[in-house]
């Protein structure tokens, strides 16, 4: 089944007297259960991709479809809905609310989505689904960098999102906890046919896809699904 869609997607960003194009057309399905990673240099196109999947902006030529849904055809509060029900991301600055515990971080997300019953039991699951059951009370300054990208990880999955979009989830992390991050979400792939889209510049990242995507200048040069490759393989 596709999960998401774009159908000859161009994107273009007005500056000053010039227009820059992001997208020159770009042909992209996902299905569920993918693993995947779009890369490619600088200014190619991956978080603009990213950011239209995850229906945060909108194309200027082309479609965009979520579990089969015409994203043109959806107001901004139906889109809002869609991302807070539909969607998990994992950003590379973490975007943790320091105030908060990483439980209340967690809670947070279900509250958004609109959940209002056995709340306390999905985040309780969600943190040590992650290897956090015993830092739930802590808040982010008291946590290590691994730590906090555990917590976004488990904010994310919190609502059992069909898709999780993670842009450069490593790329604030040591190799050690980039390495253990990069196994946590194969093993959530591989057990609970958990769906991640990647953007990434990180060698071990685009060595563990199952499948990678390579933009340049805004096409799709090579799309390369890889043979199998085991969760803790990552070297």
């Given at each position: 089944?596709?999960l998401?869609?774009?159908?000859?997607v161009?994107?273009?960003?007005?500056?000053?007297?010039?227009?820059?194009q992001?997208?020159?057309g770009?042909?992209?399905?996902?299905?569920?259960?993918?693993f995947?990673?779009?890369?490619?240099?600088?200014?190619?196109?991956?978080s603009?991709?990213?950011?239209l999947?995850?229906c945060?902006?909108?194309?200027?030529?082309g479609?965009?479809?979520?579990e089969d849904?015409?994203?043109?055809?959806?107001?901004?509060?139906?889109?809002?809905?869609?991302?807070?029900a539909?969607?998990?991301?994992?950003?590379q600055?973490?975007?943790?609310?320091?105030v908060l515990?990483?439980?209340?971080n967690?809670?947070?997300a279900?509250?958004?989505?609109?959940?209002?019953?056995?709340?306390?039991?999905?985040v309780?699951?969600?943190?040590?689904?992650?290897?956090?059951?015993?830092?739930?009370q802590?808040?982010?300054?008291?946590?290590s960098?691994?730590?906090?990208q555990?917590?976004?990880?488990?904010?994310?999955?919190?609502k059992?999102?069909?898709?999780?979009?993670a842009?450069?989830?490593?790329?604030?992390?040591?190799?050690?906890?980039?390495k253990?991050?990069?196994?946590l979400?194969?093993?959530m792939?591989?057990?609970?046919g958990?769906?991640?889209?990647?953007?990434?510049?990180?060698a071990?990242?685009?060595?563990?896809?199952?499948?990678?995507?390579?933009?340049?200048?805004?096409?799709?040069?090579d799309?390369?699904?890889?043979?199998?490759v085991?969760?803790?393989?990552?070297s």
């Amino acid at each position: 089944m596709a999960l998401c869609q774009l159908r000859n997607v161009k994107k273009i960003y007005p500056m000053g007297d010039l227009e820059v194009q992001a997208l020159r057309g770009v042909d992209l399905t996902i299905e569920k259960g993918e693993f995947t990673v779009i890369a490619g240099p600088s200014g190619s196109g991956k978080s603009t991709v990213l950011n239209l999947i995850g229906c945060l902006d909108r194309p200027s030529v082309g479609e965009v479809f979520l579990e089969d849904k015409p994203v043109a055809k959806m107001g901004d509060t139906e889109l809002g809905q869609l991302r807070a029900a539909r969607i998990g991301f994992i950003f590379q600055s973490f975007n943790l609310i320091p105030v908060l515990t990483a439980f209340e971080n967690v809670e947070l997300a279900l509250r958004l989505a609109g959940y209002t019953d056995g709340n306390k039991a999905r985040v309780e699951r969600a943190l040590a689904d992650v290897g956090l059951g015993d830092h739930m009370q802590r808040r982010p300054a008291q946590l290590s960098g691994g730590q906090q990208q555990r917590v976004a990880i488990a904010r994310a999955l919190v609502k059992a999102p069909a898709l999780v979009i993670a842009d450069e989830p490593t790329a604030n992390l040591d190799s050690h906890n980039g390495k253990a991050i990069l196994e946590l979400m194969r093993e959530m792939n591989a057990r609970d046919g958990v769906t991640f889209l990647f953007s990434t510049h990180d060698a071990m990242v685009m060595e563990q896809a199952k499948r990678v995507v390579r933009l340049v200048d805004g096409l799709i040069v090579d799309d390369t699904v890889r043979p199998a490759v085991q969760a803790g393989s990552a070297s």
